[in-house]
C-alpha cells in the first residue's frame, strides 16, 4: 500500500503543478493531502494510523516541515542560505542602475567590426553579468531590450540572435556567485551526510569493520567550494559559446556580419570603456578573490557585492552631475587607508596598550566613519533616484520569500517520499541497473535533463537532489566529490532555461523581443547551445579536475589547510614523494652519510642515541619505499583478475539487500493483517507464497557467487594487507627519523633565549626572601612559564619553591634550596647547548634542508605552494576505491 500512495504523492503534485498551483504551495500541499489520506486510510482499514507508512508516522512525517523550518531560519551552523539575498541585492541593484546596459551597449561597439563580433560581445557581457548578478531572467531581458535590436539591424540571423542572447543569459546559473550554486551547496551538504552513513553501512557489510577510514570517507561541500568548482566549467561554456559563434560567421558570414561602430575610437571611448569595464571587473574580483584567497566567507563576499553593487549605482544613476563619482572616490580611499593601516599597526581594541596602539585604532576608526558616509551616501542616493532602493529591496524581498518557502515546501515533499518508501524504491532501481556507476549517473542526468522542460532549476535542487545524490555520492566505485556531482547538476540544470516547452529564458526574451523575431526562430536558436551545453557537461564529466582542482588547491594553502599527515592526503603525498626519492635520492643519501659523520658528543645521553638512530632511520627509507613499490605491484598484479569477482559479489550482495528490505515489507505488511484480520486466508497465502519466493531468490543469487571468488579474496585481502603494513611502517620510520631532528635543533635555536633566563631566574632569590609569599609564588609561575622546551628538570625545581611558599607558613630557606638547584641546572642546561649549538648548528640545518621536505614532509606544518599544487591535481581525480568495500 506504501507504493500506492507514493503514486498518489506523485499525481497529486504533477497535477497542482500543471494546474496552475504556485509551486511554494503545490509542494508541501501534495506532502500534506497525502500523509493525511495515508493516515487516514490507515486507521479506517487497519486501525493504525502508521499502518501505510514505511517507518515512523503521520506526526512524524508531518513534523518535518517545522522541523526543517527551523533548520532554514534559525540553526546558527547553517548559514549557507544567509547569501542568497545579498548576492540577490547586488545582482538586482547593478541591474536597475543601467550598469548592465552600459556593459551591452559599449562591448558592442568595442566588438562589433568583427565578424560575429556582437554575438560575441553578448557572450562576454553575459559571463560578466553572470558573475557580477547571477540573475538570468533580468540579464536575459536586459540583452533582448538593448542587444538584440542591434543584432537585427546589423542582419544578424534571428535564430542566431536570440539563440545567444538566451544561452548566454543562462550563464548565471553557473558562474560563481549563482544562486543554484548555494542552494546546491546547502543540499549537498546534507547529502553527503547521509552518503557517508550509507558507505560506512556498506564497509561494514563487505568487511565486518563498524569504522569507515577517514581515507574512504566523503567531504561535504561548501558554498565557496561550489564557486571555485563551477568557475571553470563556467569559462569552458563561454568558451564554447564563442567559438559555436566565431565557426558559424565564418562559414556563414550573413548570419552574423560585421557591425561598424560609426563613432571613433579616441581617448574619450577608451575612457569610457574604462569606465564601463574596470568597475564591473572590480567587484567581480573583490567578491570571488576574497572567497578564494580565504579573507572572506561566502556570505561575509556576498555583504561585499551588496556594498560595492550600491556604491557602483550611486554615481551611475547620477550620470555626468557634478561630484557623482565622490561618494565611490570616499569609499576606495577609506579602503586603501585601512589596508596600509591595517600594515603598520596591530588593531586590536582589546590589547591597547601605549600610545601607538590608540594611533592605530583612531586612523582605523576614522578611516572606517569615511567608508561609512560613503555608504550611507551611496544608499541616500540611490533611494532618492527613481526611489531604486526601495524597488531593490522589494524585488530583493521577493526573490529571497520565493526561493526559502519552496526550499520549506520541497523537504516537506521530500520527507514524504521517504516515507512512502521512495528513497528505497530510487535505491533499488539504481543500484540494480548494470554498468555500475556509470549507468546510475547517466539515468539520473537524463531525468534532470528531461524535468528541466517542465520544472523550474529551484524545483529540481530542493526535489530531486536529496533523492538521488546521496546514492550516488555512496557508490564507492566512483568515489565521485559532492562540488563535482553538485556542478555536473549545476550545469545539466542551466538547460532548463533554454529547453521547450517551458523553458523561462524564451519566455524572458519573447516578452521583450519584436513580433518580427517568430518564437520558432527562437527555439531553432537555442537548439545548437543544448548541444553545446551538454557538450559542456561531458567535457566536465570527464575531466573532473575542472571542477576539484580549485577548491583542492584553495583549501590545501589557506590558513586552515591540513597538515601533511593528514590521512586523506597520505596516497598523494607517498607517490609525489616516491618521485622525490627516485629524482634525489642520491642527494639525500649524501646529506643522510654526511650527518652520521656529526660530533655528537656534546650532547646528552638522551638526544644523542635518538639523533644518532634517526640518521640510520633515513638511510632505511629507501629500502621501505622499495617494499612498498613491490607489494603495490603485487596488488596491481591481482587486481586484474580479482576485480570482476569483487564487482559481481558487490552486485549480488546489493540485490541481496534490495530483497531484504523488499521481504521486510511484505512481512510487515503480513503481521498487519493477521494482527487486525484485515487480510483473507487466501492473501495471506498469497504473501507467504511471495515470501519464500524471495527467499528462494536469496538462496539463488547466494548460490551464484563465482567459485573463485572466496581464494581470490583471501589473496587480496592478504596482499592488501601486505601493502598497508608497508605502507605504515613506512610513515612510522620516517616520523621517527625526522622526529629527533626538529626536537634538538629547536633546543639549539632556543640557547640565547634560555640563557638570558639566568638573569630572571636569579632575580627570584631576592623575591623569595623579601616579597610576600603570594607574590613570589606568581613570580616564579612567571618564570617557570618563559622557560622554553627541555627544561623540565628545571620546572621540576620551580615547581617545589613554589610549594615551599604556599603554606601559612612560607618556608622561604627551602624555597632557596630549590631555586639554587634550578639555577645549576639551568647553568648546566645552557652549557651544553652552547656547546653543541657552536659545533651542530650548522650541521644539522645543512641536514635539515635536505630531508624537510622529502623524509621530513610529513611532520612540516603545512605544504609549500608548490606542494600543495601537486597534491591538489592528484586529490582532483576520481579512484577507484570499492576493491575496499
Not at 617 to 644: I, N, Q, R, S, W
Not at 697 to 707: F, G, H, N, T, V
Request: proline residues 5%; hydrophobic residues 50%.
Amino acid at each position: 500500500m506504501e507504493f500506492v500512495f507514493l503514486i498518489i504523492l506523485m499525481l497529486t503534485m504533477v497535477l497542482a503543478l500543471g494546474g496552475g498551483f504556485p509551486v511554494a504551495f503545490a509542494l508541501p500541499g501534495s506532502a500534506i493531502l497525502t500523509i493525511t489520506l495515508a493516515s487516514v486510510s490507515g486507521f479506517l482499514i487497519e486501525g493504525d494510523t502508521a499502518a501505510y507508512f514505511v517507518n515512523g508516522g503521520p506526526l512524524q512525517w508531518l513534523s518535518a516541515g517545522v522541523t526543517n523550518f527551523r533548520g532554514i531560519y534559525w540553526e546558527a551552523e547553517r548559514d549557507t542560505l544567509i547569501a542568497v539575498p545579498l548576492f540577490i541585492f547586488m545582482g538586482i541593484m547593478l541591474e536597475r542602475s543601467k550598469i548592465a546596459e552600459d556593459l551591452l551597449v559599449t562591448m558592442a561597439q568595442l566588438f562589433g567590426p568583427v565578424p560575429g563580433g556582437l554575438g560575441i560581445s553578448v557572450v562576454i557581457v553575459g559571463a560578466l553579468l553572470a558573475a557580477t548578478t547571477g540573475i538570468v531572467g533580468a540579464t536575459v531581458i536586459a540583452m533582448g531590450l538593448i542587444s538584440l535590436p542591434v543584432m537585427l539591424r546589423a542582419n544578424y540571423s534571428h535564430s542566431l540572435a536570440t539563440g545567444t542572447i538566451n544561452a548566454s543569459g543562462t550563464l548565471g546559473q553557473i558562474i560563481p556567485p549563482s544562486i543554484v550554486l548555494i542552494i546546491l551547496a546547502d543540499q549537498l551538504s546534507n547529502a553527503t551526510d547521509q552518503a557517508s552513513a550509507i558507505r560506512t553501512a556498506d564497509y561494514k557489510l563487505g568487511t565486518g569493520n563498524t569504522s569507515l577510514p577517514p581515507a574512504f570517507d566523503l567531504t561535504s561541500t561548501s558554498a565557496g567550494d561550489m564557486f571555485l568548482g563551477a568557475f571553470l566549467p563556467g569559462m569552458v561554456l563561454v568558451g564554447l559559446y564563442i567559438l559555436y559563434i566565431l565557426v558559424v560567421a565564418f562559414i556563414r558570414p550573413k548570419m552574423a556580419p560585421p557591425a561598424p561602430y560609426l563613432g571613433k575610437f579616441d581617448r574619450d571611448f577608451a575612457w569610457r570603456v574604462f569606465i564601463v569595464l574596470v568597475p564591473p571587473l572590480a567587484l567581480i574580483f573583490t567578491v570571488l578573490g576574497s572567497i578564494v584567497l580565504g579573507v572572506a566567507t561566502v556570505n561575509q563576499a556576498g555583504a561585499l557585492g551588496a556594498v560595492g553593487a550600491m556604491v557602483m549605482a550611486s554615481y551611475r544613476l547620477m550620470g555626468d552631475r557634478r561630484g557623482a563619482y565622490t561618494p565611490a572616490i570616499m569609499a576606495i580611499a577609506a579602503i586603501f587607508a585601512l589596508v596600509v593601516i591595517l600594515g603598520f599597526f596591530d588593531i586590536n581594541v582589546k590589547r591597547i596598550e601605549n600610545a601607538n596602539d590608540w594611533l592605530g585604532v583612531i586612523l582605523a576608526a576614522v578611516a572606517s566613519i569615511v567608508f561609512l558616509a560613503a555608504l550611507f551616501w551611496s544608499g541616500w542616493r540611490a533611494y532618492k533616484i527613481d526611489n531604486t532602493l526601495q524597488g531593490v529591496m522589494v524585488e530583493t524581498a521577493k526573490t529571497t520569500s520565493l526561493v526559502f518557502i519552496i526550499l520549506i515546501g520541497a523537504t516537506m515533499l521530500t520527507a514524504a517520499f521517504r516515507a512512502f518508501g521512495g528513497e528505497e524504491l530510487v535505491k533499488d532501481f539504481l543500484t540494480g541497473l548494470p554498468g555500475g556507476f556509470a549507468t546510475k549517473f547517466i539515468v539520473v542526468m537524463a531525468v534532470i535533463f528531461v524535468l528541466g522542460f517542465f520544472l523550474d532549476f529551484i524545483e529540481i535542487a530542493v526535489v530531486v537532489v536529496p533523492i538521488v545524490a546521496p546514492i550516488l555520492l555512496a557508490d564507492p566505485t566512483a568515489n565521485v566529490t559532492a562540488v563535482w556531482l553538485g556542478v555536473m547538476i549545476g550545469v545539466n540544470m542551466q538547460t532548463s532555461f533554454l529547453t521547450p516547452p517551458f523553458g523561462f529564458a524564451l519566455f524572458y526574451l519573447r516578452g521583450v523581443a519584436p513580433a518580427i523575431v517568430k518564437t520558432i526562430s527562437m527555439y531553432k536558436g537555442v537548439a545548437p547551445f543544448i548541444v553545446l551545453q551538454l557538450l559542456g557537461l561531458a567535457i566536465v564529466g570527464f575531466t573532473p579536475s575542472l571542477v576539484n582542482y580549485l577548491p583542492n588547491r584553495v583549501y590545501l594553502t589557506s590558513e586552515t589547510a591540513p597538515p601533511p599527515r593528514n590521512p586523506r592526503l597520505q596516497a598523494c603525498l607517498e607517490e609525489y614523494l616516491f618521485g622525490i626519492y627516485d629524482e634525489e635520492g642520491a642527494r639525500i643519501k649524501t646529506s643522510i652519510a654526511a650527518a652520521k659523520n656529526l660530533p655528537l658528543s656534546s650532547l646528552p645521553e638522551k638526544y644523542r642515541d635518538s639523533l644518532g638512530e634517526s640518521f640510520g632511520l633515513a638511510a632505511a627509507t629507501f629500502d621501505l619505499v622499495e617494499k612498498v613499490k613491490a607489494a603495490e605491484a603485487a596488488v596491481a598484479v591481482h587486481v586484474p583478475g580479482f576485480a570482476p569477482l569483487h564487482a559481481r559479489m558487490r552486485d549480488i550482495r546489493v540485490e541481496t539487500a534490495a530483497i531484504d528490505r523488499g521481504l521486510e515489507r511484505i512481512t510487515r505488511e503480513k503481521d498487519g493483517m493477521e494482527r487486525y484480520g484485515t487480510g483473507t486466508a487466501e492473501e495471506i497465502r498469497e504473501l507467504e507464497a511471495l515470501m519464500d519466493d524471495m527467499n528462494r531468490q536469496i538462496r539463488d543469487l547466494e548460490a551464484s557467487a563465482p567459485a573463485a571468488w572466496a581464494a581470490a579474496h583471501d589473496q587480496y585481502v592478504e596482499l592488501a594487507g601486505a601493502e598497508t603494513k608497508a605502507r605504515r611502517k613506512y610513515r612510522r620510520n620516517v616520523d621517527d627519523a625526522y622526529e629527533p631532528l626538529g626536537e634538538v635543533r629547536k633546543l639549539l635555536l632556543e640557547t640565547a633565549a634560555l640563557a638570558a633566563m639566568k638573569t630572571e631566574v636569579a632575580a627570584l632569590g631576592s623575591v623569595i626572601a623579601t616579597a610576600p609569599s603570594e607574590e613570589a609564588m606568581m613570580a616564579i609561575k612567571d618564570v617557570r612559564a618563559a622557560l622554553g622546551d627541555g627544561t623540565t628538570k628545571i620546572k621540576s625545581k620551580l615547581n617545589k619553591a613554589r610549594r615551599a611558599l604556599k603554606s601559612d607558613n612560607p618556608k622561604r630557606e627551602m624555597a632557596a634550596e630549590q631555586l639554587a638547584e634550578a639555577m645549576n641546572l639551568l647553568a648546566a642546561e645552557v652549557a651544553w647547548r652552547q656547546e653543541a649549538a657552536g659545533k651542530l648548528s650548522s650541521g644539522l640545518a645543512d641536514y635539515d634542508a635536505a630531508v624537510a621536505q622529502s623524509i621530513g614532509l610529513r611532520l612540516q606544518t603545512r605544504l609549500s605552494k608548490d606542494q600543495a599544487k601537486v597534491m591538489a591535481s592528484c586529490l582532483s581525480i576520481h579512484r577507484d576505491i570499492s576493491l575496499n568495500f
